[in-house]
């Protein structure tokens, strides 16, 4: 690789305080989902806390630690829409889940 | 990093082939392409015979090294398709054939052909040798990982065909290897025979990722100048598309490869319901066999389509180069291959409409599986439309072409009673299944392997295969299909099961006898006849018509080299520069009634050329 | 890496169209190594994916009582059971390396070869440090009677999808771990700034290596993500 000029370099790398603060980010929301366990939240409550922190994180690791949120839209659209089959896959999965335990609990339990 | 990113000199302008901004160069230049924005690829270059030939590094020689495997796998699996046709035509003839070996050489000849044939010799095969010659690049844009990845494949098949000699056999679960039936005694090969298939498939996805970022990258970041993706053959489409789909279709996959080889290695219950065997309660408990079948059936279906759609894109240039014609409609045939592929991940559990799955999902998988037909519709309209007035070639290359539309389209038309819940209940695990997926996936795709190779057998080789035995070649093959395929949509109506040793004495189905005797006998006759294509290759490799450059005067790339066969490296000197479509074949005005690629717009002036 | 000329082209959805129009390359100005490790990322997202998903509908399938995570993973600390709290000490580590490893692709790229080379050090042990408490928990459960056929907490898959997807996570740390150590030398003895060529590959070592690797890293940290919410707390 030839040599880029220092000049070139460091102005096209970010300073450091964007890291420290996402990483300060990512501490505080992994403290939240934590909290989430010990007050033992239950029910819809504890589900909707967990993921909307669960997305935060993943975002923020994407979009600063990976670099994506300064990668042009090509790449970030050729990387995301993908995910659709993934969330198409967990929602039919979580209905043949909820048809399973059905079955089992009429069958091995009510004995229909 | 074998592309040195010259971000200094390069002034990096995205520039769509269609922009008539002018801000491409004031000076009116019509042959205008815009500046390279990537040095010259760091080619590694074998000196030893076993870096040139064995761990050779070059697309070209990969390409031939995992085309030759396929094949062989795929004799393997011809092979037991013959085992299995004497047993259902001649049930006492062989006495070899017992249930348990039946239920294996089914099991074996389905993988074999669908995984180890059919996607390494359309994606391995085809995609390494033509990828890198259709867009311009001097190889793939990973060598080394690409070498590793046919190794890989290799090893993989050496697993595969060591399962036929462990004790207990090579697994019997069928190509679709259900549990619980899979790991349990009972189904042959639930020991040691079942491990290995998993291993070798787990083996083959590995290799086949590696392969696949090479396929994807070279195709997206190393075109040649000129080169935009609407510009590339539809060859290029289809593998690619194929690639992406195999590479977020293999996850689902080894997860349910894993998963089963630690159910049968460490007893986990992933996929093993409470389960009573000769009696005895087994440890197992609380899976989920269905689990197993929507993991591989979102691989599975995926699968298929990467099977068809490098056919698809295949056939598009065959047909074009070879009716002298543009390929009609070529964007949305783009738009269709794409549509496709990103369907396919919508549509898996149309193969599980009587698997005992929430009976909700049959309406929203009918639903996509019909939405589905309408691309691969559009598809079969437009091949049929670009031969409507053409400047037709009867030579073997278009009858395999011909036969590829026919067959596609019978195999076609039968999915769409099968995607239908209420028509695919009678006909689930019937012959009509059989039929449907041997004509749409079996005979369609390789009347287009067999198309492909005498349409480039003159630029891998120098020389031409005999048109006479590829005609008499054609003909055996494609009647002889048919007669082996069609008879069986009438076994599967009559309820003719799949995957069963023997008929029995059943009064319903005596009928069946004969047929299955005629099925037998025309599926030896079309087997056999593959030795004319087989002598007509080996003949022709020394004896064959001296090929010259580019004999089918075809318009795309890869005839364009300055030597044939292509040498290391592809392009000698300078990268071709590109300037239009592949398609542009009897352009009113033009001298030829082809303009190559890489033909700048100064040399066909006259000619009204459509901006492309 | 951005530069002016990038600057240049339009961004948002226009640019992508126009990227995906033009000729050459589709993502401008990302090299080889960097596309090639994004897409083997997506395909292992789908890999992670699927095990989560099998979790998933293999929990909500049991009819018997799935064991209670907070109680199951808690350690004991003077007598008071604190729940979660190895895995709480666990996503601070990868956390921190992943932090650390973003910067040194940021020091890298800047040509600081000490800092870049402690850097990633720094990561490696924090990786190290991670596999290291994950074998801790595993020796943990085994000793208590989880095993991958069953367990004395609740359902038989707990065990099952316990070891496997962190198994998985964990396998994807070390190696993970081997690559940071392998660069850390090459960043040391000044590979990337000789252009030195690989042993296998045989191609020119690039700073472009260290963010490809860095990729990866933050990959394995938002897996973690994933599972943390998903296995752990749910």
């Known amino acids: 690789m030839d040599k880029i000029e220092n000049k070139e370099t460091v102005a096209s790398t970010h300073k450091i305080g964007i890291y420290l603060w996402i990483w300060g980010l990512l501490f505080v929301l992994s403290f939240f989902s934590y909290m989430v366990d010990w007050f033992q939240f239950q029910g819809l409550l504890r589900w909707t806390l967990i993921l909307i922190f669960m997305f935060l994180k993943a975002g923020l690791i994407m979009a600063f630690f990976m670099h994506l949120f300064w990668e042009r839209y090509a790449l970030v659209n050729v990387l995301l829409w993908p995910m659709t089959a993934i969330a198409c896959f967990i929602g039919l999965m979580a209905a043949e889940a909820k048809y399973t335990v059905f079955t089992r609990l009429l069958y091995f339990f009510i004995g229909g | 990093m074998s592309d040195e990113f010259n971000q200094k000199n390069t002034p990096i302008k995205a520039q769509s082939s269609e922009s008539t901004s002018g801000s491409s160069g004031s000076s009116k230049d019509i042959d205008y392409v815009r500046p390279a924005e990537l040095p010259e690829q760091d080619l590694y270059h074998g000196h030893s015979f076993i870096t040139k030939w064995i761990f050779c590094q070059d697309a070209k020689v990969i390409g031939v090294q995992y085309f030759l495997t396929a094949v062989f796998t795929g004799i393997v699996g011809l092979v037991l398709s013959w085992l299995m046709r004497l047993q259902l035509g001649f049930p006492e003839l062989v006495p070899f054939i017992t249930a348990e070996h039946y239920y294996q050489f089914v099991t074996m000849h389905g993988m074999i052909m669908v995984v180890y044939f059919l996607t390494a010799l359309f994606l391995g095969g085809f995609g390494n040798y033509l990828i890198p010659l259709m867009v311009g690049a001097r190889d793939m844009v990973f060598p080394y990982v690409n070498m590793v990845s046919f190794w890989m494949f290799f090893i993989a098949v050496c697993v595969l065909m060591a399962s036929f000699f462990v004790p207990g056999g090579p697994t019997g679960a069928g190509w679709t290897l259900y549990p619980p039936q899979a790991i349990l005694p009972g189904t042959p090969g639930s020991n040691m025979g079942i491990i290995l298939m998993l291993v070798s498939l787990s083996l083959f996805v590995i290799g086949f990722t590696m392969g696949g970022l090479n396929y994807i990258i070279t195709i997206l970041q190393a075109r040649t100048r000129g080169m935009t993706l609407m510009r590339m053959p539809l060859t290029i489409w289809g593998i690619f598309t194929a690639t992406a789909l195999a590479m977020l279709a293999f996850p689902a996959l080894l997860v349910s490869c894993i998963m089963m080889t630690l159910d049968k290695m460490l007893g986990t219950s992933f996929f093993m319901p409470t389960i009573l065997q000769a009696g ?74 009587v698997s005992g799955m929430n009976p909700w999902f049959g309406f929203f998988f009918a639903t996509t599986t019909l939405i589905i037909a309408v691309p691969t519709a559009l598809k079969v309209y437009n091949w049929i439309i670009t031969l409507f007035r053409a400047n037709i070639r009867m030579n073997t290359v278009m009858l395999f072409c011909l036969g590829f539309i026919v067959t596609f389209v019978n195999g076609g038309i039968t999915g769409i009673f099968l995607g239908n819940v209420a028509v695919d209940i009678p006909l689930s695990d019937t012959y009509f299944v059989i039929a449907h997926f041997h004509m749409v996936m079996g005979i369609a795709p390789l009347m287009v392997i067999m198309g492909a190779v005498y349409h480039w057998f003159p630029l891998v080789t120098g020389r031409m295969l005999n048109e006479k ?24 109506f009559i309820g003719v099961p799949r995957r069963y040793f023997e008929m029995y004495d059943s009064p319903y189905v005596t009928s069946a006898i004969g047929m299955n005797e005629f ?79 890489t033909t700048p717009p100064s040399e066909v002036i006259s000619a009204e050329v459509e901006k492309t | 890496m951005s530069d002016n000329s990038l600057n240049n082209l339009p961004g948002g959805f226009k640019g992508m169209s126009q990227d995906m129009g033009s000729d050459q390359t589709a993502f401008k100005g990302v090299q080889w190594g960097k596309v090639m ?32 995570t907070s109680e199951v993973f808690s350690l004991h600390v003077n007598g008071v059971p604190v729940p979660l709290l190895l895995i709480a000490i666990m996503t601070f580590v990868l956390i921190t390396s992943s932090g650390t490893m973003a910067l040194a ?27 290291g408490m994950q074998v801790f928990e595993w020796s943990k459960l085994i000793h208590e009677g989880v095993r991958p056929w069953e367990n004395p907490f609740g359902a038989k898959q707990f065990g099952s999808f316990f070891f496997m997807i962190t198994g998985f996570h964990g396998t994807h740390v070390s190696i993970g771990v081997i690559f940071l150590f392998i660069y850390a030398r090459k960043v040391f003895r000044g590979d990337f700034d000789n252009g030195k060529r690989g042993f296998f590959t045989t191609m020119k070592s690039d700073y472009v290596a260290i963010e490809i690797l860095g990729l990866y890293w933050h990959f394995v940290d938002l897996v973690w993500v994933f599972i943390f919410a998903f296995f752990y707390l749910w």
């Open chain 3, 37 to 68: 490790m994004w897409i083997f990322l997506l395909s292992d997202t789908f890999i992670f994916s699927c095990f989560l998903i099998s979790y998933m509908k293999g929990r909500a399938s049991t009819v018997v009582d799935w064991p209670n």
């Open chain 3, 105 to 131: 692709v940021k020091y890298g790229y800047e040509k600081n070869r000490k800092m870049c080379g402690w850097l990633i050090l720094a990561t490696a042990i924090g990786g190290l440090t991670f596999v």
């Open chain 2, 469 to 492: 035995l590829g005609k008499w070649h054609f003909w055996f093959t494609f009647l002889g299909a048919y007669s082996i395929y069609f008879p069986m949509h009438y076994l599967g």
């Open chain 2, 519 to 597: 099925i037998t006998v025309a599926a030896l006759i079309v087997g056999f006849s593959q030795l004319i294509f087989i002598y007509n290759i080996v003949v022709s490799l020394s004896i064959g018509k001296p090929a010259g450059k580019n004999p089918w005067k075809a318009n795309s790339l890869e005839w364009l080299t300055p030597e044939v066969p292509p040498a290391h490296g592809n392009w000698g000197e300078k990268l071709p520069v590109i300037h239009r479509w592949p398609y542009d074949f009897n352009v009113p005005g033009a001298k030829e009634d082809y303009i190559t690629q």
């Open chain 2, 280 to 353: 005895e309660v087994l440890s197992y408990g609380g899976g989920s066999p269905v689990l197993f079948q929507h993991l591989f059936w979102f691989f599975g279906h995926p699968e298929v389509y990467i099977v068809a759609l490098p056919a698809f894109g295949i056939v598009s240039d065959l047909i074009s180069v070879h009716a002298r014609k543009n390929i009609f409609g070529y964007r949305m045939m783009v738009w269709a291959i794409v549509g496709i592929g990103a369907l396919s991940f919508f549509v898996w559990a149309h193969h599980m409409y």
